[in-house]
């Protein structure tokens, strides 16, 4: 393999260059990524850097001394992958052919029909929806927050502790139900009203009002909330319409196996775009977590240089981390399915505990409130347990 | 030397935090050494002492970056920096620990409240 093009440079992306320097590949290796900025860490986006803790500086991902000898196309976008001339196309008309291709192309945030142009209405999934978050939270006033999950639910965290009336708004009964079931997500949702915050369930929003700026979100029941900013976080597409029309197989971003394999020779996928087959559950899953785009790709990587002739190991079972109000959120496992969860340490009222999750008597997740300690262990037992 | 903890007290597998400022942990491993080396993740505030203990590395409690107790290297982001290392000593069953002289690399959010600043 002569040539190598990563398309995707966040931490997916990142992690397969590495991946293929440490594996001993020192063949050209080019990383093409849509966003101008090298590659940075997302997750503090929600919390240390919209609050200003931390800068732009803090977020990358590289180190000062890392030399991955790579070719980095940045500001250069995607449009098209030919699998007969084995070539990416980008949105400039340049072509970049390789022999081997990781698919790193990330997911985008959903938006809100209607919101084009309305001024004070934001996104949160790249520095640059970051930095013009933090511009306008930093006016103060009212915060209205589209959607109770993760990003969503960091954001009000952010902007509580920024001194912001914050509203959020959850069209589901109770928010984080998907990730981490009825109860619990009724458990870590309720640190909004600990602190005040406004939260508002099983509610849709129909739309937005204001001429250039935003002034409220008009919700179905009739119910109007004024707002100042409004910040929608109703979850992530996979960025992979690019690859329409490429004969490779896509079904929830692309499919893949257990190693990142596509459908189409010399092409893996990794990261948020990546629809792996879990052979946990004989099932496929995309998963969004941080952890999996930086650990998985070093199997894909394997399964690219050996041409497929490689054995899958199993994966770590997924977690995730949040941070809300200063309390810290884990999670290992996968919460759908379980037929009971119960708290084996601490209280839920404290907002201090381990809850395990099971189905049919046998551990399928595990969810720690400000319990690393003793979440580090239960996860550790759980990835033996699990394999 | 700081005085940690009696050998007997600290089994395989486990840490003890010294509470000192900035704090550092002494790990006793399952091949039955022991390493000392600050205990706050350079990335965000997390006591490693929480953390991962395999082999001779710890992995952060929060996140996914594992730290070589030996040499206080870290492995993959998030973190970028080293944690220091510290010497260890251990008299008559019980373990000291001799500090690094050398400038702690502490995450931003820490960094910014030891010198005063916003955080």
């Given at each position: 393999m002569r040539t190598v093009a990563v398309v995707g440079a966040s931490l997916a992306g990142l992690s397969a260059a590495r991946s293929l320097r440490q594996r001993g590949y020192d063949g050209r290796l080019v990383v093409i990524g849509e966003e101008s900025h090298r590659p940075y860490d997302r997750p503090p986006l929600s919390k240390e850097f919209l609050a200003g803790t931390i800068g732009e500086a803090d977020l990358a991902l590289e180190r000062d001394d890392e030399e991955l000898h790579a070719e980095w196309l940045l500001g250069a976008r995607a449009t098209g992958l030919d699998r007969t001339a084995r070539a990416i196309r980008l949105a400039d008309g340049r072509e970049v052919r390789a022999d081997g291709v990781v698919i790193a192309t990330g997911a985008a945030a959903r938006t809100l029909p209607g919101a084009e142009g309305l001024a004070?209405?934001?996104?949160?999934?790249?520095?640059d929806d970051a930095r013009a978050l933090r511009d306008d939270l930093a006016r103060g006033g009212r915060l209205v927050v589209i959607g109770g999950g993760f990003v969503g639910a960091e954001v009000a965290s952010t902007a509580y502790a920024l001194g912001l009336d914050v509203t959020v708004i959850e069209a589901a009964p109770t928010p984080l139900a998907g990730p981490l079931g009825e109860t619990m997500g009724a458990v870590v949702s309720a640190l909004h009203t600990d602190h005040g915050v406004r939260l508002l369930c099983g509610v849709g929003v129909k739309g937005l009002s204001g001429e250039r700026q935003v002034e409220a979100v008009l919700l179905e029941d009739g119910r109007s909330v004024p707002a100042d900013t409004v910040v929608v976080g109703v979850g992530a597409r996979p960025c992979v319409d690019w690859l329409e029309g490429s004969g490779i197989t896509l079904d929830n971003g692309v499919k893949c196996g257990a190693d990142g394999r596509t459908s189409l020779a010399g092409v893996v996928a990794v990261g948020d775009c990546a629809n792996w087959y879990d052979p946990h559950t004989g099932t496929h899953r995309r998963v969004e977590h941080w952890t999996g785009a930086l650990e998985r790709p070093a199997a894909a990587v394997a399964a690219l240089l050996a041409h497929g002739a490689t054995e899958p190991g199993v994966p770590r079972a997924p977690y995730f981390w949040s941070d809300q109000y200063g309390v810290k959120i884990q999670f290992v496992g996968q919460a759908a399915g379980a037929d009971s969860v119960t708290v084996e340490e601490g209280s839920t009222d404290d907002r201090s505990f381990l809850a395990v999750y099971r189905r049919?008597?046998?551990?399928?997740?595990?969810?720690?409130?400000?319990?690393?300690?003793?979440?580090?262990?239960?996860?550790?037992q759980f990835g033996t347990a699990a394999s | 030397m700081i005085p940690a903890c009696r050998l007997a007290d600290l089994p395989r597998g486990e840490a003890h935090r010294l509470d000192i400022e900035p704090p550092v942990s002494v790990f006793h491993t399952d091949d039955g050494e022991l390493f000392a080396i600050d205990d706050t993740c350079t990335h965000q505030d997390a006591s490693l002492a929480d953390g991962w203990l395999e082999g001779c590395e710890v992995e952060c409690p929060l996140h996914a970056s594992k730290f070589d107790l030996r040499t206080g290297a870290v492995d993959a982001p998030p973190a970028k920096l080293p944690v220091r290392t510290h010497e260890v000593v251990v008299e008559d069953g019980m373990v000291h620990v001799r500090l690094s002289a050398d400038a702690p690399n502490l995450p931003p959010c820490i960094s910014a409240r030891l010198a005063g600043g916003a955080a």
């Open positions: 004070g209405v934001h996104v949160l999934r790249t520095l049919a008597g046998r551990q399928v997740a595990v969810l720690g409130m400000n319990q690393p300690r003793l979440f580090t262990r239960a996860r550790k | -």
